[in-house]
């Protein structure tokens, strides 16, 4: 077990370097989890090469598994549920969404998806990695979201 913890750690720290911005498993836990799951006894390094993989897991395999895993879509509940004001027409690379509660959603993916409605329902659900998922009710189609106001 210690080898192959010691090889992916080694694996993982040709990977590249993080910014602030990027998934933290120590923000993503509560400090129960994050005590009860014994990250806390890891090195610095040890830490951010665990970073480095939350980073390429969810570039790779989070959004798959949010729509393909039952246990993954259990833990997904609905956080949020509201309409977005006004006219909606998809999203097209990074769109902006201002729900009615005045909370504003943003993507940044390069997804494109057309559709016309106005006021349509929304649900907002964070997963257990903390990405936020807004889907239209009407529709079904979903997209990874952040808040930004």
């Known amino acids: 077990m210690f080898r192959y ?3 992916l750690i080694l ?7 993080l910014s602030a911005e990027d998934p933290n498993i120590r923000d993503l836990m509560t400090a129960e989890e994050f005590a009860a799951s014994g990250l806390s006894r890891l090195t610095r390094d040890e830490m951010e090469a665990i970073n480095r993989w939350l980073v390429r897991y969810t570039a790779q395999d989070a959004v798959e598994m949010i729509d393909t895993s039952p246990a993954v879509q259990e833990v997904s509940r609905a ?7 006004g006219e909606f027409n998809g ?3 990074p769109t902006r969404f201002t729900l009615k509660n ?4 943003e993507t940044s ?3 494109r998806y057309s559709y016309s ?3 349509p329902e929304v649900e907002i659900t964070r997963n257990w990695m903390g990405i936020y998922r807004m889907r239209i009710v009407e529709t079904d189609k979903s997209i990874n979201v952040r808040r930004i106001e």
Not at 11 to 17: D, H, I, N, Q, Y
Not at 79 to 85: N, P
Request: charged content about 15%; overall charge negative.
């Open 5 to 7: 913890c010691l090889t």
């Open 11 to 17: 694996m993982l720290a040709t990977l590249p370097a």
């Open 79 to 85: 956080d949020l549920i509201s309409q977005i004001d």
């Open 91 to 93: 999203w097209n690379g």
């Open 117 to 119: 409605a106005v006021d």
């Open 109 to 111: 993916s390069t997804r």
């Open 102 to 105: 005045g909370q504003v959603y």
